[in-house]
């Protein structure tokens, strides 16, 4: 996963050749390059599948994205971007064959096969469009928060999207008839909306105000991208430590990209390692990463580590999540039919009561914690991660947080709750779980920690 070599634009005049014979997709194959260099070639998305990888899966993800290249490295990773490296090296040199597809080559360790994605492949999902992220106020010192700009008459927004997403920037700002590309930074961190109206006037004025419209474009915001094992064996072996169903696995995207570094676990998911989780695979005692997941409670197993994140989430949403998970995997859902079976009532009644002993467990055994509330991580995500990353003593600028938060949502996260489920807990499970919401809640204080976030301590 390192990242950097010499970039340029590079045109049809670049390439190294026609397609080579055993690829059929849409894209334009431009040949192999390295990618051993201190920073990776493509660097604006980067996915992974281990297992069903194939160079149209690769180009439909970049071409989704607006991205104009796809590369494939090592059989099963994708990554996407608008820029190429000056150099190739031979074709043979890219060898691997594509994990999902026999006869296909997907690069090799350190080369990537890249295509110039033409089109999206039929059936395939349509390119995403800017989103409106609100009207801003100008920050005070322009040329340095927007590095790059189009002035053009009559630009819209799909214009000034399509110009920064080519110059791989995740912010299009538009005032009048002026076009800007930037990052999130501490000069222009889009927290303070104001009123859409005030962006709401004609160009001229619009451009004469001090006000402008904010859009996400389909690109990634690249400064958090890179990810890496440590490069010496750590010292202090941290748990990131929470009951099923918690935002464990939301918890380690953020803090991978928020360190730059791989967490570890207790267990081996191969569903996460093949999307990109590379310390899954790592033994959960390598010190390798900079934490480790682990779901367990116990003495024994706790005095294992020497700190622990403990990361608490509303029991009602963690059983949910738990249950879906163990139905369906990680982004799916349980089927009505599992809800409405026997299965739901005994997995409540023997969970429940784990929510509760596991909070209880590492409060009486932990060594040193940092507790901390998935609610609050949503909501104040910045300033909660922050205090995560200086419990890992891991120094990150700020700009990384705000990268990070411009991705929060990472690949493994539901998207709601289905909109036709009934309520699933029953007046005898609420009893219950709100009987070891006072227990938990208490323990806590107890411990002279805040107590449970307000919003699900029974009154």
Same mark, same amino acid.
């Given at each position: 996963m390192a990242e950097q070599g010499r970039c340029c634009d590079l045109g049809a005049s670049g390439e190294q050749g026609g397609a080579p014979h055993w690829e059929k997709s849409l894209g334009t194959y431009i040949g192999c390059f390295s990618d051993d260099g201190h920073e990776r070639t493509l660097k604006g998305a980067v996915f992974y599948d281990l297992r069903k990888m194939t160079v149209s899966h690769c180009q439909d993800a970049c071409a989704e994205r607006s991205y104009v290249y796809a590369g494939l490295e090592a059989g099963a990773e994708c990554y996407c971007g608008n820029r190429l490296p000056a150099t190739s090296v031979r074709l043979e040199e890219c060898s691997h064959e594509c994990k999902g597809e026999k006869g296909s080559v997907c690069g090799a360790v350190d080369r990537l096969s890249v295509y110039r994605v033409d089109e999206l492949q039929p059936g395939s999902r349509k390119r995403r469009t800017a989103t409106y992220r609100g009207c801003f106020r100008l920050p005070e010192n322009m040329t340095h928060a927007f590095p790059s700009s189009l002035i053009q008459a009559n630009v819209t927004v799909e214009t000034c999207s399509g110009f920064c997403s080519q110059k791989e920037f995740p912010l299009a700002i538009l005032r009048g008839w002026e076009c800007y590309c930037a990052y999130p930074t501490p000069q222009f961190n889009l927290r303070d909306a104001m009123d859409s109206s005030l962006c709401g006037q004609d160009p001229e004025a619009q451009r004469l105000a001090e006000y402008c419209e904010v859009y996400q474009t389909p690109v990634q915001d690249t400064r958090c991208t890179d990810r890496r094992f440590l490069p010496n064996k750590s010292k202090v072996f941290v748990a990131l430590s929470s009951f099923p169903g918690a935002g464990n696995t939301w918890a380690r995207h953020l803090i991978e990209h928020a360190t730059g570094f791989y967490t570890g676990s207790y267990y081996f998911d191969g569903t996460l390692y093949n999307k990109g989780f590379k310390g899954e695979k790592d033994h959960w005692r390598s010190r390798r990463t900079i934490c480790v997941k682990t779901h367990e409670s116990g003495r024994r197993e706790i005095e294992m580590f020497d700190s622990a994140i403990l990361l608490i989430r509303n029991p009602y949403r963690s059983l949910v999540a738990e249950f879906n998970r163990k139905c369906a995997g990680h982004l799916g859902y349980a089927a009505d039919r599992n809800w409405k079976s026997k299965e739901w009532p005994d997995f409540v009644n023997s969970y429940a009561s784990w929510w509760s002993s596991h909070v209880l467990d590492?409060?009486?055994?932990?060594?040193?914690?940092? /507790? /901390?509330?998935? *609610? *609050? !991580?949503?909501?104040? !995500? /910045?300033?909660?991660?922050? *205090?995560?990353?200086?419990?890992?003593? /891991?120094?990150?600028s700020e700009e990384r947080l705000l990268c990070v938060e411009n991705n929060k949502e990472g690949s493994f996260r539901r998207r709601g709750r289905r909109s036709h489920d009934p309520e699933p807990f029953t007046p005898e499970m609420k009893d219950l779980i709100n009987g070891y919401i006072r227990t938990v809640d208490k323990a806590l204080r107890d411990h002279n920690w805040t107590g449970l976030p307000r919003e699900y301590v029974p009154r």
């Open positions: 590492w409060l009486k055994y932990g060594k040193r914690l940092l /507790v /901390v509330h998935y *609610e *609050e !991580l949503r909501r104040s !995500l /910045v300033p909660t991660l922050r *205090e995560m990353v200086a419990f890992l003593n /891991v120094s990150v």
